[in-house]
């Protein structure tokens, strides 16, 4: 089985000479994220990316999940303060926070909590209002543009976002064959994304939450293949829980039958470095002993400082995977110190 390798196109890969040399190291997708994507900028990248690679291109929708607005910057929340959260297109601050989808306030409660970004802020909801909510930051932290947040209770939203079957439509306009669904909760979610696409095109079930990881059976028995996003699930179970979560996924996935592939923080330190940790080489070589069938880049690629480095990082911890299958890397490892003896 050969692994494969889906890299996420973003701010440092949208260049014609990085996405030729991406798809000359044999990358099998590229995937445009709907969630840092806006409408107006989808077809210009389909067309660069078909005029620099013949790579496969797959939409992945936002799915029903809440984010942030646009934010000025260095926004940082204090405990104790009051914010309002508003459905309406500001740029935020220290004192009013854009939040959408609008739909997020018919499902906010008096009590609920609201964590803006990884390493962000915690709000609690001491009013809701139709057209905003009224909040106090119980734990300060930094909140940056268009990132995620968390509900708690969770809110009902719908599986695919207006912009996501607009985005649809218009990649089935420009022939694309492969689309993920993000935040996968049950099989009708699966089914839905699939009435959408163009007829035969391959669905790709995003497992990313508490709800999809319940539901994991027939979210995967539903979808053409499986990605397991580490990040956001994060986000919904304790930290340590994530890997048990990868693995028993994974081997779902696998008497299913379906390929799974795994995303976020594979090579996190060449965001910023061309050089990664010994601790993510080793995560890579686990998750490949696990039985994945491929690996997703995504800041790396999209945000980080070399993405085409990347790649070739990937390409040969799979090689050292495959060699090591075989036998040859530790035999070469262990004869230069049998012909010292």
């Not at 992945?60 to 104790?80: H, I, K, N, S």
């Not at 070399?306 to 262990?334: C, H, I, N």
């Amino acid at each position: 089985m050969r692994i494969k390798i889906l890299c996420t196109l973003g701010p440092a890969s949208l260049d014609p000479a990085v996405i030729a040399a991406l798809g000359d190291r044999g990358v099998d997708l590229f995937r445009i994220n709907l969630s840092h994507t806006a409408l107006t900028e989808i077809e210009p990248m389909i067309e660069l990316v078909r005029s620099a690679a013949d790579v496969p291109i797959c939409l992945d929708t936002e799915g029903p999940q809440v984010r942030c607005g646009r934010m000025a910057a260095d926004v940082v929340l204090v405990e104790g303060a009051s914010v309002e959260l508003t459905p309406e297109e500001i740029v935020g601050a220290c004192d009013r926070i854009p939040l959408w989808p609008a739909t997020v306030f018919e499902g906010l409660v008096e009590g609920a909590e609201v964590t803006l970004d990884f390493d962000g802020a915690r709000l609690r909801i001491d009013g809701v209002e139709p057209d905003r909510a009224l909040a106090t930051v119980v734990a300060g932290g930094r909140v940056r543009s268009n990132k995620a947040a968390t509900v708690t209770p969770a809110p009902t939203l719908p599986a695919l976002s207006a912009k996501d079957r607009w985005a649809i439509e218009l990649g089935a306009r420009h022939g694309i064959a492969h689309y993920a669904l993000s935040f996968a909760g049950s099989a009708r979610d699966v089914a839905r994304l699939r009435e959408l696409a163009p007829s035969g095109a391959h669905v790709m079930a995003k497992i990313e939450s508490r709800q999809g990881v319940r539901d994991m059976d027939a979210i995967i028995s539903a979808a053409d293949s499986i990605i397991i996003d580490r990040g956001d699930l994060s986000r919904e179970v304790p930290l340590e829980h994530v890997p048990y979560y990868q693995k028993a996924i994974v081997r779902r996935a696998n008497r299913w039958n379906r390929p799974v592939y795994v995303a976020t923080n594979l090579l996190e330190s060449m965001v910023t470095s061309r050089q990664p940790t010994i601790a993510e080489a080793n995560d890579i070589a686990n998750t490949l002993l696990d039985g994945v069938h491929g690996l997703v880049l995504a800041a790396e690629t999209a945000v980080g400082v070399d993405p085409v480095g990347s790649v070739d990082m990937v390409l040969r911890a799979v090689l050292a995977f495959e060699r090591t299958g075989e036998g040859q890397l530790l035999e070469e490892d262990r004869a230069p110190r049998e012909a010292q003896v």
